[in-house]
């Protein structure tokens, strides 16, 4: 059913999920009726990595529970544009490490159930058969084949867990397997994508270093011209201030001339 949280999960409150599941950390295991859990919300939404640590610490089994669709919280982060890289790769992560958990918490109960089977078996004599036979309620109350019928029925309870057990076990291995596979997949293809981006980087650095390299032997070329105009122009005002001297003694020396004939007169 929904609780408080999924509501604000599903209306993108992120301060008050945190102040629920600090409150009510339970809540972050329940699941909708269609079996979404608070972190199979927020990974549709643009959520804070801080929010997103908040739920997952409360539970973290989230990040391998499937809905109803079949679909996990890291396969929604994924469709959802807004979810950051960081996001994702966070997810992925925790969902590796919850499925080798979850496959190591079943091997081990594998391992006590197998032991449980083997204990029970001792407990069952070889002529179970002929005791079975007994069909009146009284009869068999009377006898001492209730115990063993007990543990007769416990032995095949015990063995269906079993096998559910290793098809969960074998289960898990094949998502386990076909997750790596979609990551190796995933990995090529981003591998190919920067191949490819790099190669483009390096065709417009060649494209365009040749381009480059001629505006700056322009560059140099016009500071060069640059240089000798600066040259040529001090060289020409010089001349000019010589010229300008000339002309002034040119017209300084006809009043000279003139007071020197005065004086010898």
Request: charged share 35%; net charge positive; hydrophobic share 30%.
């Amino acid at each position: 059913m929904p609780s408080v949280l999924h509501d604000n999960a599903k209306k993108c409150q992120f301060d008050k999920i945190i102040d629920r599941v600090v409150t009510h950390p339970n809540e972050a295991s329940q699941q909708t009726e269609h079996g979404d859990t608070c972190l199979h919300l927020i990974a549709t939404k643009d959520t804070p990595m801080h929010v997103l640590k908040v739920v997952v610490k409360a539970y973290p089994q989230a990040a391998i529970l499937r809905n109803k669709w079949d679909k996990l919280p890291l396969d929604y982060a994924i469709e959802n544009h807004k979810s950051s890289p960081d996001i994702i790769s966070f997810l992925r992560g925790l969902e590796k490490d919850q499925y080798r958990e979850e496959k190591i918490r079943l091997e081990k109960k594998v391992q006590s159930l197998t032991k449980d089977v083997e204990r029970l078996k001792k407990l069952v004599p070889s002529d179970l058969a002929k005791n079975v036979k007994i069909k009146t309620k009284e009869e068999l109350i009377s006898s001492h084949v209730v115990p063993d019928l007990k543990a007769h029925v416990s032995i095949g309870r015990l063995e269906e867990r079993l096998n559910l057990l290793d098809r969960n076990v074998q289960s898990l291995e094949s998502d386990n397997k076909k997750k790596n596979t979609k990551d190796e997949e995933e990995f090529k293809r981003s591998s190919n994508k920067r191949q490819r981006v790099e190669d483009d980087i390096q065709r417009v650095h060649d494209n365009y270093g040749t381009k480059i390299s001629a505006m700056q032997e322009k560059l140099e070329a016009t500071q060069k011209n640059q240089e000798e105009f600066k040259c040529n122009f001090i060289e020409i005002w010089q001349r000019m201030n010589a010229l300008q001297q000339q002309v002034q003694k040119k017209q300084l020396a006809p009043p000279l001339q003139q007071q020197r004939n005065r004086t010898s007169k």
